[in-house]
Every structure is written in structure tokens, then in C-alpha cells.
């Protein structure tokens, strides 16, 4: 049964928030198992995909799937955290909550659809080539219906429903991998099979919200107040959001059009075993972030809040190094004789991805502190504004080493910013208690 939340505006008591240690367990556990799912399906599938895939396909196919999330990050515009950081507080407007978020979402991506539809050939033919049109198309309905997945999915996170999330999960991992069998192996759809595959996933995913959610729906709750406060909570965090695709997705997507899409594709065949530990993460920050806002809604000393962030760091680390000695196995599992494994490059990745890890821990404390929050935009702008510039500048030496060099170095960058802001910033706050 979901843990009620606080009410708005209260905080909860000392034995609620100390008897969190099994709760904390069954979420590592729960969200973990469902995560891994959802990834598995993809890493025993990708042998499939990539022997159906030329190189230059699959790096093509990278890049227009991060040219995709940076198109969804500017629709989202924070407002999938906005929601998450209310529903987590109280559930008492929980409707309203749903229907003034929606609505806005989906306002939103009835924009993107209208103004890709005039400016999609400047946006991904600039970094890519040769993309065919129904391609193009598939990625821009995709951005379109993801927005409403991705906060459904934060918000059944935070509010403990977990059944709902474990079936939205579900739903998700088995059509994208029925997809993928059909319109990629059998089908030998290539390509467009591939991306299409996303599109199936999230369209079954986008019924069962809207099927789960349709009771507490309701366009009365409408409210210009409600989307308005929506809208500035998600304002201060979208410049950290968006600017957070300068990262990775920026190196993958420049080195593509600097040195070929056989590039991005060895890049991309690199970064997929530190995904999978940034994929395992992210279990591990989906039970932080819960329990954490608990923690700091009881005002707890910082001396008893970093044993907590240490714990959450020595079994990601632990992770890490075990994923790391297992990596050129793996890789030679998922991977044809067209794809070498390069040991600098797969090092750095799991640096940053490290590195990332530590700084999302912090960016949490920030996220709830809201007077704190517009500072996770500017350590992230600083971070991506050294990344740019770093790689237009490794670009002359036409090393992908070098230029994912910069990009590790750009994520350590930012968890020192990140770390000095979420200490300083919260120990302020625990002064004027």
C-alpha cells in the first residue's frame, strides 16, 4: 500500500522519518529490479540490432536519438520535476495536480509538433546526413508523447505507487522488445525499424497513464494559477535540464558531424556498458531522492545526512568497478567484429558516469530547496560551457579520446561546483532553523 505523503506544508514526524531503513531497501530493490528489466530487454536484444544495422546507421541512429532528447527536454521544460516535487508534498490536489500538468504538456508538444513541422529539415539535418524523412517524422512524435511518460513515471515514483510502476515499466519493455523483433530482426526494417520501436513503446505506455490517471483527470481543475506555478518551479530547472544535453549528448551528436557517424557509433558502442551502470543508477537515486526529501521535510543535521549520501556513493563506486573488470566480455557478447573496444574510451565513460552519479545526489538537495534551485542551471551551464569549448578545441586534433577527455573532465567539473553549492546552500538553511 503507498506510504502517505505529509500533508502540504507540514513536516513529518521523528518516528515516520526514522523508520525509513526497509523502505529505503524494498525501493532500492523494487526500483532496480524494474529498471534492470527495462534496460535487459534492450542489452539481450542489441546483438539483434546491431547485426541489422550497418555502422553508419547505428551512429546515425544515436544521434537522432539524442537529437530527440534534447527536443523533448525543451517540451518538458521542468515540468516533470515541477510535478514530481508537488505530488511528493501532498496528494490532497492530487487531480488537480494531473490535469493542470497535463494539459500543459500537452499544449506544449502540440507547439513542438507545429514548429517541426516548418524547422525539423534545419534542425536534424545539421548534424546528421541523409536522413530520410520518415525518420525525421518518427523522432518528432516521439518527443511529442514522451513528456507524459516521463513525469507519469516521476510522479508514480514519488508517491510510492509503485504497481503502477512497475506495470507502466512492464508495458514499456515488452512492446519495445516485440518492436524490435518484429520491425528490426524479422521485418529488416533497419533504421527506421529502430527508432520506431521507441515510438510503439511509448505510445502503449502514453494509453496506460492516461488509463491509470483518467479518474483523477478532470478539465474543471483547469487553472491559469496551477500552470502558471507549474510553469516557474519547471523554469528554474529547465536551464539546468536542457543545458545538461551539452554533455554527452553534444559530445556524441558534435563528434558525429565532426568526424562521421562511424564515430558517434564507436562512441556509442563504448558509452553502452557505463549506460548500463548509468542505468543502475538511477535505482539507486529513484529510492535517494524519495527517502532524501524525507529527510531533509525533518530538517536533519548534515552530519547525519552524509553517512547517508557516503552509503549511496560506496555502492555505486562498488558497481561501477565490478561493471568495469566485466566490460571487455560483455562488449564482445553485444557486439560484431565491426566494433573494437577502446580501453581509453570506456574509462573515461565510467568516470563521468561516476562523477555524474555524485553531482545528481547534490542536484537533488538543490531541486528542493526552491529559492536553491536555479543554481543547478548555473553550475551546469558553466560545466557544458567548458565542454563545448573544449571540444570545438580537441576537434583539431581529430582524436575522439581526446574529445571524450573533455567530456569527462566537464562532469567533474560540475560535481565540484555541484557539491560546493548543496553543502553550502544547506548549511545556510540549517542556520536560520
Known amino acids: 500500500m ?3 505523503a505529509a500533508p502540504a506544508g507540514h513536516y513529518y514526524t521523528n518516528a515516520y522519518c526514522t523508520n525509513t531503513t526497509m523502505i529505503l531497501l524494498r525501493n ?12 535487459a530487454s534492450i542489452f539481450l536484444l542489441m546483438p539483434f540490432v546491431i547485426a541489422s544495422l550497418s555502422v553508419e546507421d547505428f551512429g546515425k541512429a544515436s544521434q537522432v536519438l539524442y537529437i530527440g532528447n534534447l527536443c523533448i527536454l525543451f517540451v518538458i521544460f521542468g515540468t516533470d520535476e515541477a510535478l514530481a516535487k508537488r505530488a511528493s508534498h501532498s496528494k490532497a490536489d492530487y487531480g488537480s495536480l494531473l490535469t493542470n500538468g497535463y494539459v500543459l504538456l500537452l499544449l506544449a508538444s502540440s507547439i513542438f509538433v507545429l514548429f517541426s513541422y516548418f524547422l525539423s529539415d534545419l534542425l536534424y539535418n545539421y548534424f546528421t546526413t541523409n536522413l530520410r524523412p520518415r525518420d525525421r517524422y518518427i523522432s ?7 513528456p507524459i511518460v516521463i513525469s507519469a513515471l516521476k510522479i508514480l515514483r514519488v508517491t510510492g505507487e509503485y504497481p503502477a510502476f512497475a506495470r507502466l515499466t512492464i508495458i514499456q519493455v515488452a512492446v519495445q522488445a516485440a518492436s524490435i523483433m518484429t520491425f528490426v530482426v524479422w521485418i529488416d526494417g ?5 527508432l520506431a520501436s521507441y515510438l510503439l513503446a511509448l505510445a502503449a505506455a502514453l494509453l496506460y497513464v492516461l488509463a491509470v490517471h483518467r479518474t483523477h483527470i478532470n478539465l474543471n481543475f483547469v487553472s491559469r494559477k496551477s500552470i502558471i506555478d507549474l510553469l516557474s518551479y519547471g523554469a528554474k530547472i529547465a536551464p539546468h535540464t536542457i543545458a545538461s544535453w551539452g554533455l554527452y549528448g553534444f559530445t556524441l551528436v558534435f563528434i558525429g558531424k565532426q568526424l562521421g557517424a562511424e564515430s558517434a557509433a564507436m562512441l556509442a558502442a563504448s558509452n553502452y556498458i557505463p549506460y548500463m551502470a548509468n542505468v543502475v543508477s538511477y535505482a539507486l537515486l529513484y529510492s535517494f531522492q524519495e527517502s532524501l526529501y524525507k529527510k531533509l521535510g525533518c530538517k536533519m543535521q548534515i552530519r547525519t545526512l552524509l553517512p547517508f549520501f557516503f552509503g549511496y556513493v560506496a555502492a555505486f563506486f562498488l558497481i561501477v568497478i565490478i561493471m568495469y573488470a566485466m566490460s571487455a ?5 553485444i557486439f560484431d567484429s565491426r566494433y573494437a573496444l577502446n580501453d581509453k574510451l570506456i574509462l573515461l565513460l565510467f568516470a563521468a ?14 531541486y528542493y530547496m526552491e529559492r536553491a534551485t536555479q543554481y543547478t542551471a548555473v553550475s551546469t551551464v558553466a560545466a557544458v560551457v567548458f565542454n563545448v569549448v573544449g571540444l570545438v578545441l580537441a576537434a583539431r586534433t581529430l582524436s575522439i579520446e581526446y574529445m571524450v577527455g573533455v567530456y569527462a573532465l566537464s562532469q567533474f567539473l560540475l560535481l565540484c561546483i555541484r557539491t560546493m553549492l548543496g553543502i553550502g546552500f544547506y548549511m545556510r538553511f540549517q542556520s536560520e532553523i
Not at 518528432?140 to 514522451?146: C, H, P, R
Not at 533497419?190 to 529502430?194: D, E, N, P, Q, S
Not at 566480455?329 to 557478447?333: H, L, P, T
Open 190 to 194: 533497419g533504421m527506421t525499424g529502430y
Open 329 to 333: 566480455k560483455i562488449f564482445s557478447i
Open 140 to 146: 518528432i512524435i516521439t518527443v511529442a508523447i514522451s
Open 2 to 4: 503507498p506510504r502517505p
Open 353 to 366: 558516469v561516476f562523477c555524474q552519479f555524485c553531482d545528481s545526489m547534490f542536484q537533488y538537495v538543490l
Open 28 to 39: 532500492i530493490f523494487g526500483y532496480g529490479i524494474l529498471i534492470l528489466l527495462q534496460k
